[in-house]
């Protein structure tokens, strides 16, 4: 691709994207984790509308998307990603100056711009848009940095919480945006992408070999797929310590355990990469929502199986975060991709933008057990998608199932 000539090195575009996605899911998605209960309490506003501030982001975040999409797609995704970080920086600034619950939740519809421009589906469309079909290692490797934004950033904003209270919380992920991320993307990124004409022989001809016009059904179910592994996560990501409190464990217990599911995202990850080359990313997809049911169910069987049940959940969805990038990618090849992402995230960041709520009246009216139930069942479904996913593209003779 002479087009790239002076692009920075993959390996530090890699490390900078892998960088800003710890940064970017520590500063908004999992922060209510840690400090939803300390804000309904220092303020007395309800908790199902401090939770729900997220709801509201990622349902912004849903809405864009498509947008997102179709803008890394034309121009890259350096300016998008800064934007991100911009708005994520802006609006924790509107969380900790917030003097009301309105703008509190304006602070979070803010957070929801930079989180739809920022986290995985832009990411993964920028390295998608930069490197073609050869992306999906990329991918993999990003995901390994991504895993660990709870494991690095709970703990993290326990300590904030505890030292400097959650305002002040707000305000150190404020400038870690502002003041780190926004500028490791303008700085490090490329102004220009490569153009649709200088694309590789290889990846021309592995574009050919993939169907051009993916059938309503294949795009139905993996939509479907994408979007009820991320309202299982996203109502986890919120309630799980939570869950595990109503089990009498200490906030700082339920922390240390809830840590687990970082490394067990890692952990799988770096077998993926080891040996993604010898299989389809349908296998990975599979693979994740078995774990995901087997984490779940364990979950809500309780202790002691609750580390073995950690284990299994963050295996799961690491490989999902990884089968979320790389099946579009080997199903549907480069061209469009970043689009594509766009479309795909759209309903799951809508569906996610519902979870946590849905998941606070089910923890209301069904306590913790039954919630862990529900989520046992729909992960269940899922596992029956992703094996109805992998039966319509083996009968599809336009679709090849071999490692991409």
């Given at each position: 691709?002479?087009?790239?000539?002076?692009?920075?090195?993959?390996?530090?575009i890699?490390?900078?994207?892998?960088?800003?996605?710890?940064?970017?899911?520590?500063?908004?998605?999992y922060?209510?984790?840690?400090?939803?209960?300390?804000?309904?309490?220092?303020?007395?506003?309800?908790?199902?509308?401090?939770?729900?501030?997220?709801?509201?982001?990622?349902?912004?975040a849903?809405?864009?998307?498509?947008?997102?999409?179709?803008s890394?797609?034309?121009?890259?995704?350096?300016?998008?990603?800064?934007?991100?970080?911009?708005?994520?920086g802006?609006?924790?600034?509107?969380?900790?100056?917030?003097?009301?619950?309105?703008?509190?939740?304006?602070?979070?519809l803010?957070?929801?711009?930079?989180?739809?421009?920022?986290?995985?589906?832009?990411?993964?469309?920028?390295?998608?848009?930069?490197?073609?079909?050869s992306?999906?290692?990329a991918?993999?490797?990003?995901?390994?940095?991504g895993?660990?934004?709870?494991?690095?950033?709970?703990?993290?904003?326990?300590?904030?919480?505890?030292?400097?209270?959650?305002?002040?919380?707000?305000?150190?992920?404020?400038?870690?945006?502002?003041?780190?991320?926004?500028?490791?993307?303008?700085?490090?990124?490329?102004?220009?992408?490569?153009?649709?004409?200088?694309?590789?022989?290889?990846?021309?001809?592995?574009?050919?070999?993939?169907?051009?016009?993916?059938?309503?059904?294949?795009?139905?179910?993996?939509?479907?797929?994408i979007?009820?592994?991320?309202?299982?996560?996203?109502?986890?990501?919120?309630?799980?310590?939570?869950?595990?409190?109503?089990?009498?464990?200490?906030?700082?217990?339920?922390?240390?355990?809830?840590?687990?599911?970082?490394?067990?995202?890692?952990?799988?990850?770096a077998?993926?990469?080891?040996?993604?080359?010898?299989?389809?990313?349908?296998?990975?997809?599979?693979?994740?929502?078995?774990?995901?049911?087997?984490?779940?169910?364990?979950?809500?069987?309780?202790?002691?199986?609750?580390?073995?049940?950690?284990g299994?959940?963050?295996a799961?969805?690491?490989?999902?975060?990884?089968?979320?990038?790389?099946?579009?990618?080997?199903?549907?090849?480069?061209?469009?991709?970043?689009?594509?992402?766009?479309?795909?995230?759209?309903?799951?960041l809508?569906?996610?933008?519902?979870?946590?709520?849905?998941?606070?009246?089910?923890?209301?009216?069904?306590?913790?057990?039954?919630?862990?139930?529900?989520?046992?069942?729909?992960?269940?479904?899922?596992?029956?998608l992703?094996?109805?996913?992998?039966?319509?593209?083996?009968?599809?003779?336009?679709?090849?199932?071999?490692?991409?």
């Amino acid at each position: 691709m002479s087009s790239m000539a002076g692009m920075r090195g993959r390996g530090i575009i890699i490390t900078v994207l892998g960088l800003t996605q710890i940064m970017a899911w520590g500063s908004s998605y999992y922060l209510p984790a840690v400090i939803a209960p300390a804000v309904a309490r220092d303020t007395s506003w309800p908790l199902a509308w401090v939770v729900g501030g997220l709801s509201l982001g990622l349902l912004v975040a849903g809405l864009i998307s498509p947008r997102v999409g179709s803008s890394i797609e034309r121009h890259g995704g350096r300016n998008v990603l800064a934007f991100s970080a911009f708005c994520i920086g802006a609006g924790q600034i509107g969380l900790a100056a917030a003097p009301s619950l309105p703008v509190y939740i304006g602070a979070w519809l803010v957070i929801g711009l930079g989180m739809g421009a920022g986290l995985y589906d832009a990411a993964f469309a920028t390295l998608g848009r930069l490197y073609g079909n050869s992306a999906r290692s990329a991918i993999t490797t990003l995901t390994l940095f991504g895993g660990l934004a709870s494991t690095v950033c709970w703990p993290i904003s326990a300590f904030l919480l505890s030292t400097i209270g959650w305002r002040g919380a707000c305000l150190a992920y404020a400038a870690v945006q502002l003041l780190i991320a926004l500028p490791l993307y303008l700085t490090l990124l490329p102004r220009r992408v490569p153009q649709r004409s200088a694309a590789s022989d290889v990846d021309r001809n592995a574009a050919a070999a993939r169907p051009v016009n993916p059938s309503l059904p294949v795009m139905a179910l993996l939509a479907s797929t994408i979007t009820l592994a991320a309202v299982i996560s996203s109502t986890l990501s919120v309630h799980l310590l939570s869950i595990l409190q109503a089990g009498d464990l200490a906030l700082a217990a339920a922390v240390g355990l809830g840590a687990l599911v970082g490394p067990s995202q890692v952990t799988a990850r770096a077998v993926e990469m080891m040996i993604a080359r010898y299989h389809h990313p349908i296998w990975t997809k599979l693979a994740s929502a078995s774990f995901v049911a087997i984490g779940v169910l364990a979950l809500w069987a309780g202790m002691p199986a609750v580390p073995v049940a950690l284990g299994f959940y963050g295996a799961g969805i690491g490989l999902e975060s990884i089968a979320r990038g790389t099946l579009p990618l080997a199903l549907f090849g480069p061209s469009g991709y970043a689009k594509l992402m766009g479309r795909l995230a759209m309903p799951s960041l809508i569906a996610q933008a519902a979870a946590p709520s849905i998941g606070a009246v089910l923890m209301q009216w069904t306590g913790a057990q039954g919630t862990l139930a529900v989520l046992g069942g729909l992960a269940l479904f899922n596992v029956v998608l992703a094996w109805s996913l992998r039966w319509l593209l083996v009968r599809d003779r336009g679709v090849h199932l071999q490692p991409g």
